[in-house]
């Protein structure tokens, strides 16, 4: 594949309403996962965009919380060598018989243990990234994309938080004809998700409680505006798909399944339902964040259950798909 | 599978391998006996005494006939090859895994009658003792194999000549050969008269076998009670009495005519990698099409037939080595691999209703014998793909899947015809030939790490402190990683000489002492040329050798230059005491190395240019050299199960390997460097230019949960054609996953059945030694979440 060394203007095809997304532009991101598979048609890239406003009790990618830069430990891959220790120039690490200790009041996220660590035990969690090298990233698997309708897919955090990183990142992959999708919270301005329709080949939309109490409850937000957003994506005739994280004990009960099966009647252009049943595979990673999994005890729902939630949705006219 | 299939197929999987002295006994009373006669008359006249003696042996309910051996799982050996001495067979009948049983009356044998007479007259000690002491040195150093020090020229495949034609026909063909040399032009016409009259007595030969076993069932016939049984039998005999005097008439005479040209290949010597029908599918159709229009064969007696041929195959346990090797590196596998699909000899898709029954038997039988591919082709529809990954997903390793428009291309790189190239495909592991018109010899494994190691070394051996390589400097004084770039090039250079200047003394001891009249006959053009397939009679002559650690030493070449040239982390000096001490004291360089390297198979350039980098000094090395057949050396990249072998000679590297472990293995990525996923993978290996090669072996292990559903057929059919796409040569997975490969081997007497794909191959894993075992569970296993 040879770099592109030109880049053309995308705003002669993708809208007069765009401006100021040059390839220079730069975001952070938290991970380009290749041969993602459940994210969106085909074999796909997956890229991670740092920041949320959610905090949802169940969240599986808590590295895509905070905006910023952040340093995970992980003991296993410790070994002790105390490098990281006299690399930190704020003097907030500390050795222990077997691990190394952070203060965080002293600890400024600047990253210095980790370039000191060569066993990746002290890990930088985001980097900056231009839309131009991301493209570059992102095109690496342009075979597979073409071979099976794959393409990228933006996610992570809230890809929107970060929009006009989003909206240029996705206007350079339009621009290569790589199909685009979008996986949203749905919690972000109107005017933004407007403008990325146009370079949006699919929304990949999460509803995760439709009563809003609840939904306070288990995300720490309102979901008015969320679900406003999904009746104007809906109503624009954009492709989306509604994906409903299924957590034991938070929204899979019969009301909120029947609950979102009356909303979605009232939007008839969405058609598509994707079940995204509970696991518990992020614990490691709130350890090496220091974080507290809120939901670490949570048994994954039974097949019986998550196949009966499918049924009942497919039986009022939803096409039904168990993962992503 | 029917019953009679289920059981031969018990008795070919549950009766222990055993040593057979039969064919040595036979071998040695023919040269005691025969006189004086040119060697290939000699050969000849051997193969016959073989086929006339040897037990005919007809098993219960079968309906192909036919054994190697007097009885399934028999072994014969070749002591005019090699002969076992009597150490070999204590460790061949106590060794743990792939014993062969060896009975006190085969030791007799061997005490009194084959070690006395083959001792000192082996094609084996001729060829040690013909090498120069370099080679000896290098050979010892681990940094190059010989696939015949104890095997024959092999990898010969057969194609569409014997559904046409039978022996009778190309007896005629020789004769006519034979009227017409020209004692007064040609020199080498007495050579020509000879080679064919050897073809000539071995074609005779076979038809005599054949009638052997014609006569063997009438008398089984006579004396059975059972009257379909009897029926059967006497078909057979009918059968026996056509093919392979004559052309085959029926799917069943075709299938028993192939199988008797087998017997007789492997037979007459034990060539490498035993001997293959090629594409099957392609030779049987016409007799499938008009069978099945008459309405005299159905698809189940036809799958019936295909599965006890498939028996037949798992009856030959490969001949055992001798020396030192026969504690080491085993397998019963004797590599004969089916190909199915590909293309017509027009270019036009070849898949058709006979490669959907073989894929079925290939399901049903789960054998390690035959191996089996697929040879995929962009005309091929992704229906046949997707019934085979449905195979493959079942996790015991077959069928490999190649790429049949780039062995095509290979091929006609290398000068073929297009129809020759269309008709080829590949065998052994993942070679690429010409199938029935080429003799391509793999003549060995060349160890890329070992050869870096010694560069790193200044030409010595730190294994054993002997200078083996040039002096092309002490490290130490390099100051740009060109330089040691250009010492690796020259050791290289030095150690690819070596490797030639012995092949070609080898080839031509096997040419002029055991010359393969049977096999001529099967193999174009060696009747018209009136030249044995090992003396540069077939139309072509390929000699290839076998690169093995191109992972290994990319991820070599990229921790050198990155820490020592670029970022200075550490020093030659440092970095070479440190590995002198395999690490030890030094955890912090060690994990410098494997985890701040950019590493091949992360379709990163700064470590994928250098792969390429290695590759074409290989490439350039060898390529185009002359062998002594007309023909060239060129390269392959695929290591069966030497990768292991060579790890265990090559201490500490700069990647951050250990001393003694597994180099990486085929083009695949060092075990567990590979971090960015399978497309990764698949992106750098294709950097490599396939088309170049005779073939390279990319192993991809996948946990059986990335496979479920018709969603994981679906990725991996992209998967593979992405990577066709991209002009790769051929792609195995292994769909297991690590636990379950723990408990095997922890509990093998409860995973017996279990297969994994090795390397080209699919094994027991319990039968793998526990280094091979412990590798295959470490190779980066793929997740998607």
């Known amino acids: 594949m040879t770099a592109q060394s030109t880049f053309p203007d995308p705003r002669q095809r993708y809208g007069s309403s765009v401006h100021n997304h040059t390839p220079s532009v730069t975001g952070t991101i938290f991970d380009v996962m290749r041969f993602a598979v459940n994210d969106g048609p085909g074999i796909r890239t997956t890229v991670f965009l740092k920041g949320c406003l959610l905090s949802c009790w169940w969240c599986h990618n808590p590295e895509g919380l905070h905006r910023g830069i952040e340093v995970a430990y992980r003991v296993d891959r410790c070994i002790l060598c105390g490098e990281c220790v006299d690399a930190c120039p704020h003097r907030a690490l500390a050795l222990e018989e077997t691990r190394v200790v952070r203060d965080e009041a002293q600890c400024v996220l600047c990253g210095s243990c980790a370039d000191a660590c060569y066993t990746e035990a002290q890990e930088r969690i985001g980097r900056d990234i231009s839309v131009r090298d991301l493209l570059q990233e992102i095109l690496k698997d342009r075979v597979f994309y073409d071979e099976s309708g794959g393409g990228v897919t933006f996610s992570g955090g809230e890809p929107l938080l970060q929009f006009d990183f989003l909206l240029a990142a996705l206007l350079a992959c339009k621009e290569q004809e790589v199909h685009t999708a979008v996986e949203t919270s749905g919690l972000t301005s109107t005017e933004h998700l407007d403008r990325i329709r146009a370079a949006t080949d699919l929304f990949l939309f999460d509803v995760k409680l439709v009563d809003e109490e609840r939904h306070k409850r288990f995300t720490g937000v309102s979901n008015t505006r969320i679900l406003e957003n999904l009746r104007f994506l809906a109503s624009a005739g954009a492709a989306v798909v509604v994906r409903l994280p299924l957590i034991p004990g938070v929204n899979d009960d019969d009301a909120n399944i029947d609950a979102l099966a009356e909303l979605l009647a009232g939007l008839e252009t969405i058609r598509e339902v994707h079940l995204l049943p509970y696991h518990a595979g992020a614990s490691a990673k709130y350890r090496s964040l220091g974080m507290r999994a809120r939901m670490a005890d949570a048994r994954p729902l039974p097949r019986e259950r998550v196949e009966a939630i499918a049924r009942s949705l497919s039986a009022r006219g939803y096409t039904v798909q168990i993962g992503g | ?785």
């Open chain 2, 1 to 785: 599978m029917t019953e009679r299939v289920r059981k031969l197929r018990e008795v070919s999987c549950t009766t222990q391998p055993y040593i057979s002295a039969e064919r040595a006994l036979l071998v040695t009373e023919a040269y005691r006996t025969m006189g004086f006669h040119s060697a290939p008359v000699m050969r000849a006249l051997v193969f016959k005494y073989v086929m006339e003696h040897k037990t005919v042996c007809i098993s219960p309910g079968e309906l192909i006939v036919g054994e190697r051996g007097p009885a399934p799982r028999a072994t014969p050996t070749y002591p005019e090859i090699c002969c076992h001495s009597l150490e070999d067979l204590t460790i061949l009948d106590t060794r743990p895994k792939i014993p062969y049983a060896v009975s006190d009356e085969v030791r007799k044998h061997y005490t009194e009658t084959i070690i006395p007479y083959w001792k000192g007259r082996t094609i084996r000690e001729k060829i040690f003792a013909e090498m120069t002491p370099s080679w000896h040195d290098a050979y010892a150093a681990g940094i190059f194999t010989e696939f015949m020090e104890q095997r024959a020229p092999g990898h010969t495949v057969l194609d569409d000549k014997i559904y046409h034609r039978g022996m009778m026909d190309f007896i005629r063909e020789i004769d006519l050969q034979l009227e017409h040399l020209d004692y007064y032009k040609d020199s080498l016409a007495y050579s020509k008269q000879e080679e064919l009259r050897g073809m000539r007595i071995a074609a005779e030969a076979m038809i005599r076998f054949a009638e052997r076993h014609a006569l063997a069932l009438d008398r089984e016939a006579s004396q059975c009670t059972n009257p379909q049984r009897h029926g059967e039998l006497a078909h057979l005999a009918a059968i026996c009495r056509r093919v392979p005097a004559h052309a085959p008439q029926t799917f069943h005479e075709a299938l028993q005519a192939y199988w008797f040209m087998h017997l007789g290949v492997v037979t007459e010597l034990n060539p490498w990698d035993s001997f293959n029908p090629g594409r099957l599918d392609q030779h049987l159709l016409p007799f499938y099409q008009a069978e099945t229009a008459k309405g005299t064969l159905t698809d189940e007696h036809a799958r019936e037939l295909l599965e006890c041929l498939w028996v037949k195959f798992n009856n030959q346990p490969a001949p055992p080595k001798v020396g030192v090797t026969a504690a080491e590196s085993a397998t019963y596998t004797d590599f004969a691999n089916i190909n199915s699909g590909g293309m017509r000899p027009d270019g036009s898709d070849g898949v058709n209703a006979v490669t959907y029954l073989v894929l079925d038997v290939i399901d049903d039988m789960r054998l390690v014998q035959p191996s089996s591919n697929i040879q995929l082709s962009r005309k091929n529809p992704d229906a046949f793909l997707k019934r085979a990954l449905r195979i493959v997903r079942k996790g015991w390793g077959q069928p490999s899947i190649f790429n049949a428009d780039v062995v095509v291309e290979e091929m006609l790189r290398q000068g073929k015809s297009i129809e020759d190239a269309r008709c080829g495909g590949t065998s052994g592991c993942v070679e690429t030939g010409a199938f029935g018109k080429e003799s391509y010899i793999l003549t060995g494994y060349l160890n890329f790490p070992k050869i870096f190691e010694v560069t790193l070394h200044n030409g010595v051996d730190p294994r054993s402190g002997k200078s083996i390589g040039l002096r092309t400097g002490d490290p130490r004084s390099f100051r740009s990683f060109g330089e040691l770039l250009q010492a690796y090039r020259t050791q290289l250079r030095h150690f690819v000489d070596i490797k030639i200047r012995g092949n070609n003394v080898i080839e031509r001891i096997y040419a002029q002492y055991v010359p393969t009249p049977f096999l001529s006959i099967l193999i174009d053009d060696c009747i018209r040329n009136g030249r044995d397939y090992s003396d540069g009679g077939a139309r072509y002559n390929t000699n290839y050798i076998q690169g093995v650690g191109i992972g290994t030493l990319a991820d070599c070449f990229s921790a050198v230059r990155t820490h020592v040239f670029e970022t200075h982390a550490v020093d030659m000096d440092e970095l070479m005491r440190t590995m002198e001490q395999n690490f030890e004291g030094n955890e912090r360089l060690h994990q410098l190395m494997l985890n701040r390297t950019p590493r091949y198979g992360n379709d990163d350039d700064r470590a994928d240019d250098l792969m390429r980098e290695g590759f074409e000094m290989f490439y350039e090395a060898v390529n185009g050299r002359p062998n002594t057949k007309q023909g060239v050396y060129r390269i392959q990249m695929l290591p069966t199960t030497c990768h292991v072998y060579f790890g265990s000679v090559t201490g500490a590297t700069p990647d951050g390997r250990l001393s003694g472990v597994p180099v990486s293995e085929g083009i695949s990525p060092v075990q567990g460097a590979d971090r960015t996923g399978p497309t990764a993978v698949l992106r750098s290996a294709a950097k490599m230019d396939h088309a170049r090669t005779g073939g390279t072996l990319l192993n991809q292990k996948f946990t059986p949960d990335l496979l479920a559903g018709e969603e994981g057929i679906e990725d991996l059919t992209r998967l593979v054609r992405s990577y066709f796409t991209m002009g790769g040569h051929h792609i195995q997975f292994n769909v297991i996953d690590a636990a379950t490969l723990r408990a095997a081997q922890q509990h093998p007497e409860q995973h017996r059945d279990l297969i994994v794909r090795v390397a080209g191959y699919s094994d027991y894993f319990c039968d793998l030694g526990k280094t091979l075992q412990d590798e295959i569970i470490a190779r980066t296993e793929h997740h998607s979440w």
